[in-house]
């Protein structure tokens, strides 16, 4: 298998992982749902779930969608093999920054009575996550450039 395919192969499993991880939030956006009738400051939170949930969902099916990898055999190079494990392992960072996402946005937009965490926390992990965001796109984007370093 050629390192592109490699790439695009972790790029299709990433895909799946987020939509896996959105559909996990799909129960809680239904709930904030039927709760704004009650709590009338639950909508925001509602309309920011829903959003973020839309865009995970459209993410993750571009990337299953737009990658492709071919299954051939092929001879590769030691550089080559760390340009792609260095690629995986920053698609695997990005994805699982993006797990956590609906939640910490949906701490901060407020609803602290709902989810009894402290705002300080929030910011916390809204930086974490910016920051695991930020380090898995650098690495993915600069994995050839790691390699040449490494080997």
Do not use: H
């Amino acid at each position: 298998m050629k390192t592109n395919n490699i790439t695009k192969l972790a790029l299709k499993l990433a895909g799946l992982y987020v939509l896996v991880q959105a559909t996990i939030y799909l129960s809680p956006l239904v709930q904030s749902l039927m709760m704004m009738d009650q709590f009338p400051e639950a909508k925001m939170a509602s309309i920011t779930l829903a959003i973020t949930i839309g865009v995970l969902l459209i993410l993750g099916l571009w990337l299953v969608l737009k990658n492709k990898p071919t299954f051939e055999e092929e001879a590769s190079n030691s550089s080559n093999i760390m340009t792609a494990v260095l690629a995986t392992g920053g698609i695997i960072l990005f994805a699982l920054a993006l797990a956590d996402l609906p939640v910490v946005i949906i701490r901060l937009m407020g609803n602290e009575a709902l989810l009894m965490v402290n705002e300080m926390e929030n910011w916390m992990s809204l930086v974490g996550s910016l920051i695991q965001l930020a380090l898995g796109g650098f690495l993915f984007f600069k994995a050839k450039f790691f390699a040449k370093l490494v080997g």
